[in-house]
């Protein structure tokens, strides 16, 4: 069974450009997490989805970031436009949903800003 | 909200030894998840542990959620098993996972 897929693995932009990321959740979970992380430090949530439904965004920079699930299914989050301190690994996840929250993580998208 | 808080912050051992590495959380929580980040970046799951004990080859982890720590135990460790250990905890009154700042294990050949 395959795990959780993002793409791309590695992006490097210039400032004030945009930028979008892909996840494709493992088959069959519900909930869809969004997470950033900097180096040396943990993960950070930026966004929660349960099915097509954003259920927490609120460490969302909603000025600049985007972030969508339509069929509840895969998801892509955007930045526009992006700054020096985007510079990170933004990492997708996905679990079952309701009680079941044991997350399973992709390989993470390493998004360099120049 | 929820502090989760794991010790050592740094581990230098040579091949072959084993380890105890601790996640302390300051309220009840619903789940917890040990994860391995290896120096790739990748995040693996290793164990979801709300309570009791779990064992998975040279690796286990027990949870006692009634005094709200969990360790985990690595024997004979491998240089594979070099990279960042981390705990996260879900909060009961949301579903949102509550990370601790992680464990930097170095295996030394």
């Known amino acids: 069974e395959a795990g959780v897929v993002q793409s791309p693995r590695y992006k490097i932009i210039e400032k004030k450009q945009p930028v979008a990321f892909w996840c494709n959740p493992i088959?069959?979970?519900?909930?869809l997490y969004w997470y950033l992380q900097n180096l040396g430090q943990g993960p950070e949530l930026l966004i929660r989805?349960?099915?097509?439904?954003?259920?927490?965004d609120s460490q969302l920079p909603k000025d600049r970031f985007s972030a969508e699930r339509l069929k509840g299914v895969d998801s892509t989050l955007k930045i526009q436009p992006a700054e020096l301190g985007d510079s990170a690994v933004y990492l997708c996840?996905?679990?079952?949903?309701?009680?079941?929250?044991?997350?399973?993580f992709g390989q993470g998208t390493r998004l360099t800003v120049v | 909200g929820i502090q989760v808080e794991q010790s050592p912050p740094d581990l230098i051992l040579q091949e072959g030894a084993n380890s105890t590495l601790r996640c302390n959380f300051s309220?009840?929580?619903?789940?917890l998840q040990w994860f391995h980040q290896n120096p790739w970046g990748q995040l693996i799951n290793l164990f979801y542990?709300?309570?009791?004990?779990k064992q998975n080859g040279r690796l286990s982890a027990t949870t006692v959620a009634t005094e709200r720590y969990s360790l985990l135990y690595i024997s004979s460790s491998q240089t594979t098993d070099s990279g960042v250990y981390f705990c996260?905890?879900?909060?009961?009154?949301?579903?949102?996972?509550?990370w601790g700042a992680g464990t930097k294990l170095i295996i030394k050949p």
């Open positions: 309220d009840s929580v619903n789940n």
């Open positions: 542990i709300p309570s009791g004990t």
């Open positions: 996260a905890v879900e909060g009961r009154s949301n579903y949102q996972l509550i």
């Open positions: 996840a996905s679990s079952l949903g309701g009680e079941n929250t044991e997350a399973f």
């Open positions: 088959s069959g979970h519900n909930t």
């Open positions: 989805y349960e099915n097509e439904e954003a259920v927490d």
